[in-house]
């Protein structure tokens, strides 16, 4: 396949969404039918695997040209790409970086143009910030593992086929040595799935039960009991796409879905509406998201460590919703739909105001992000806990 210049690559990717992706969602009813149709139009367009091999779909274009796509589809990516954040953004990267060739020949392609959809079944009950203290097991049985325990805050586990599995393999090593990465099907008898509703009404999360459910013997992404490192590389991963979801979505299209910061072009629009755009309190707070979001911008495109543009974001997302909020008077919680007639959608915003809280929260809360940069850029010394060399069935646990 012969590689175009990166200004070809421009304009192929303007062409897509001038004139491809206009009216082409149109009369889609389902939000879930119109993600498939965005993911397989993008995908057939040659946009939807960049740097992945071409026996995967892919184009094998470098990073240069993924960062063309960014600039050009920033602001333009339907927001219901975001049910395949998961599964583009982290597990498959992943498994191109660290699965068997069966893994890649099976999910990627597949995973990549919004066939499947993945979640990621990491927190437990007892193990959200000490990840590596996830008690969930493994057991190998014949051909199969068998698998047992409980997951926690999944997000889009309803309406997923696979999962990336974090369970442990071996009780007696030390807790970060002990760890497998599994592809785990989702839709079978000894997997339930509970939805979790949210104060917004919402139920993006999910409650995972596994009793003895069962996954093929070399669906392990890595090494058996190496999965330590694999789950660092997947949450690399997922605090970028954190990043490239909050610039990337329409500024103009509402949707209560996805921990993202409310667009500040929305923000100005409500401003005009509540009669405010002339306050000066107010239009320096919308100059400051404005500076805000350009940062967010800016620091996608100089591949900062993912941490500072997930904490970048969080900051970000609280304070637009303040911002709305304040536009709106104490009740802006509680708004209901029904000033349709102003076209203001106030339950939208009321969405964002009651949701950004878990902005510092899902990724890993901003504390966790705060000891990433101090232990591994500043290189401060780590957290004290137990010896990281005893065994994890002595370490005490909740």
């Given at each position: 396949m012969t590689q175009p210049s990166t200004e070809e690559f421009r304009a192929e990717v303007r062409q897509f969404f001038d004139e491809?992706?206009?009216g082409a969602l149109d009369g889609i009813p389902s939000s879930m039918q119109r993600a498939k149709k965005w993911r397989t139009l993008l995908f057939?367009?040659?946009?939807?695997?960049?740097?992945?091999p071409t026996a995967f779909g892919g184009r094998e274009l470098s990073t240069e040209y993924e960062k063309v796509y960014a600039e050009e589809s920033r602001g333009s990516v339907p927001r219901e790409d975001s049910v395949f954040g998961i599964g583009?953004?982290?597990?498959?990267?992943?498994i191109r970086d660290h699965g068997s060739e069966e893994l890649k020949e099976r999910f990627l392609r597949p995973g990549l143009r919004g066939d499947e959809i993945w979640c990621q079944m990491y927190s437990?009950?007892?193990a959200g910030s000490d990840l590596a203290g996830l008690a969930t097991k493994a057991d190998l049985d014949g051909d199969e593992w068998i698998v047992t325990g409980q997951k926690v805050w999944t997000s889009g586990a309803q309406h997923s086929q696979y999962a990336i599995l974090l369970a442990r393999t071996d009780f007696d090593?030390?807790?970060?040595?002990g760890v497998t990465?599994?592809?785990l099907p989702v839709e079978q008898p000894g997997v339930t799935v509970r939805p979790l509703v949210q104060m917004t009404g919402e139920a993006e999360f999910n409650e995972v039960f596994m009793d003895e459910a069962r996954i093929p013997r070399s669906w392990v992404v890595g090494e058996v009991n190496d999965g330590w490192r694999t789950a660092v590389a997947l949450l690399a991963?997922?605090?970028v796409q954190t990043g490239v979801a909050s610039v990337g979505g329409s500024s103009t299209q509402r949707s209560k879905a996805g921990r993202v910061p409310i667009p500040v072009d929305q923000l100005i629009e409500l401003a005009r509406t509540r009669g405010r755009e002339h306050d000066p309190v107010v239009r320096q707070e919308l100059a400051s998201l404005y500076t805000g979001q350009k940062i967010m911008g800016y620091l996608g495109k100089m591949g900062v460590h993912p941490s500072i543009g997930k904490l970048w974001r969080t900051i970000q997302g609280r304070a637009a919703a303040d911002t709305a909020a304040r536009l709106a008077f104490p009740a802006s919680p509680a708004w209901e739909d029904d000033d349709s007639a102003r076209g203001v959608d106030e339950d939208y915003f009321a969405y964002h105001i009651l949701n950004c809280r878990g902005m510092s929260l899902g990724g890993g809360t901003d504390e966790i992000q705060k000891n990433t940069l101090g232990e591994r850029l500043l290189g401060l010394p780590r957290e004290p806990g137990p010896d990281r060399a005893t065994p994890f069935?002595?370490?005490p646990r909740n």
């Open positions: 491809t992706l206009p057939d367009a040659g946009l939807g695997a960049i740097s992945y583009v953004g982290m597990a498959m990267p992943t437990e009950p007892g090593a030390p807790k970060h040595r990465m599994f592809v991963h997922e605090r069935r002595d370490l």
